[in-house]
């Protein structure tokens, strides 16, 4: 079993900064694709951003710019550095990742995480 924790959410001021972590724990061989997705009230989830275990990365139009994502070196843990805060990027953010399992027949999951309310406004 794997589970992704997230964690970093909060209330800030438009124009202010956050930044969001999420780690991987548990049993499993390795983990390529880990990203960030937000859905706010009344809206479908949509991604954010992504970044491969190669460091290829993906993000919305909406968020280029001011959005970071990265990962550490183990690649267990992603984090999205939320520059310049708009009232429009509150939502909930949760964390995805690709994982590889560690036990034969070893196959790929998708596995999310419980989310983290992030809110700007003034």
């Known amino acids: 079993q794997v589970q992704l924790v997230e964690s970093g959410g909060g209330l800030v001021q438009p124009g202010g900064s956050l930044r969001l972590s999420c780690a991987a724990s548990?049993?499993?061989?390795?983990?390529?694709?880990m990203g960030w997705y937000r859905q706010a009230p009344g809206k479908q989830r949509e991604l954010v951003a992504t970044?491969?275990?190669?460091?290829?990365?993906n993000y919305a139009d909406s968020v280029k710019g001011r959005f970071t994502i990265s990962r550490t070196n183990a690649l267990n843990t992603v984090y999205l550095q939320m520059n310049s805060l708009k009232p429009e990027d509150t939502a909930v953010y949760y964390c995805?990742?690709?994982?590889?399992?560690?036990?034969?027949?070893?196959?790929?999951?998708?596995?999310w995480g419980q989310g983290t309310q992030v809110t700007a406004s003034s």
């Open positions: 995805a990742a690709d994982v590889l399992g560690s036990r034969l027949p070893r196959r790929w999951s998708t596995y």
């Open positions: 548990g049993t499993f061989s390795s983990i390529d694709t």
């Open positions: 970044i491969t275990s190669g460091g290829n990365i």
